[in-house]
């Protein structure tokens, strides 16, 4: 993989250390090879294992440090492992980049429950989830930042309005975690 241009200088990110959640392909992908092409270690989970082995091993390829591992947002406990892993390995993490998410095309009335459930699971409690544990981790060190990717929903999302929803409610609670952790500063 060649980097393409950028505004960036080379080292604008050294020594910085950066989750990216979905980091395994598409706008994930994308994020995480940036920031470890401008200096920064990046740490990449996904479930799907394949996806992550193939974005680390182009990351490395150009002189990137990377962490990947599974990482199933959804799961609470989980998350609490996965991130103390990549804190033991680090010591600290600067960003957060909750770009992980999923759904599914489908008028509202034809979603199931099993479908409404998946879709806020991961993209509503999946983002809340990562936001808590890297949040508790940032509060300590007193500084850091987190970085939710939401879909365009602020006029209603038809046909995605199990999406729509789950992205309204990350927007609020990234409003709601900024005020609270504003005290601790």
Known sequence: MTRPSTIFREDLLAGKNIIITGGGSGIGRAIAEECAALGARVAIGARKVERLEETAAAIQANGGDVFYDALDIRDEPGVNDWIDRVADRWGKIDVLVNNAGGQFPSPAIGISPKGWRAVID????????????????????????????????????????????????????????????????
Do not use: Y
């Not at 983002?127 to 929903?153: D, E, P, Y």
């Open 122 to 185: 991961t993209n509503l409690n999946g983002t809340f989830w990562m936001s808590q544990a890297v949040g508790k981790l940032m509060i300590k060190q007193k500084q850091g930042h987190i970085i939710n990717i939401v879909a365009n929903m602020w006029r209603g999302f038809p046909g995605m309005s199990h999406t729509g929803a789950a992205r309204a409610g990350v927007v609020n609670l990234t409003k709601s975690l900024a005020l609270e952790w504003a005290k601790h500063k």
